[in-house]
């Protein structure tokens, strides 16, 4: 028996739906475009776009909580944990290869690290299951300026935190956190530069 036509219709919309719903939660195929623009990306300066400033959604309600002590991998593949990042403002970004958004906001992560110095740690945590497989190929295309590759990949974060990719977390000098945001964020933008202001 034939389905009517507003019947297919509204399975496809729903169909559709669920998929732009699903966003970045769950591993992909990696988007090979997006990959290889990367490296361009990263070494470009911060200029005047015609597109609007990509910004993710504020999230405060965990102001004050302790960073966990997850354990994860430093870029020598030495077990660390975020204790170790203490007595400096912490900006914390889970990511992951097959992450469209993720990599898009990565040069603008890099740029950040390299304007902030010493006043903030800037920290690129993976959440590929297959760890320095997927993530040392591409650091070394991208060839960023300050981030380093670090590793989750047990995806601790990620699930620890019930979050979808990318997140990103602000903790301050003590290791307790100011805010999160979910999403593709730009950090070359004017509303990153304020909420980042907040650390001090």
């Known amino acids: ?42 070494t470009a300066g911060a200029e005047a776009s015609d597109e609007p400033e990509r910004v993710g959604t504020l999230d ?15 870029p020598s593949g030495k077990q660390v944990t975020l204790a170790a990042f203490r007595g400096k403002p912490l900006l914390l970004n889970l990511w992951a290869t097959w992450c469209a958004p993720c990599v898009r906001e990565m040069p603008t992560l890099d740029r950040l690290a390299v304007r902030e110095g010493e006043k903030l740690q800037v920290l690129v945590v993976s959440q590929d299951l297959e760890g320095a497989e997927k993530v040392t190929p591409f650091f070394e295309k991208a060839k960023f300026a300050a981030l380093q ?52």
Do not use: H
């Open 1 to 42: 028996m034939e389905l009517e036509p507003v019947l297919r219709s509204t399975i496809a919309l729903l169909l559709i739906t669920g998929l732009g719903i699903a966003g970045c939660d769950k591993p992909k195929a990696p988007d090979p475009q997006a990959t290889a623009t990367v490296a361009a990306e990263s």
């Open 60 to 74: 405060r309600s965990k102001k004050g909580q302790a960073a966990p002590d997850f354990a994860f991998l430093d």
């Open 149 to 200: 590759p670090y590793l989750d990949p047990g995806v601790k974060f990620s699930t620890g935190y019930g979050v979808n990719l990318p997140t990103t977390i602000l903790y301050d000098a003590e290791g307790k956190e100011m805010w999160r945001v979910s999403g593709d964020m730009d950090w070359d933008g004017e509303t990153a530069a304020a909420w980042i202001a907040e650390a001090g």
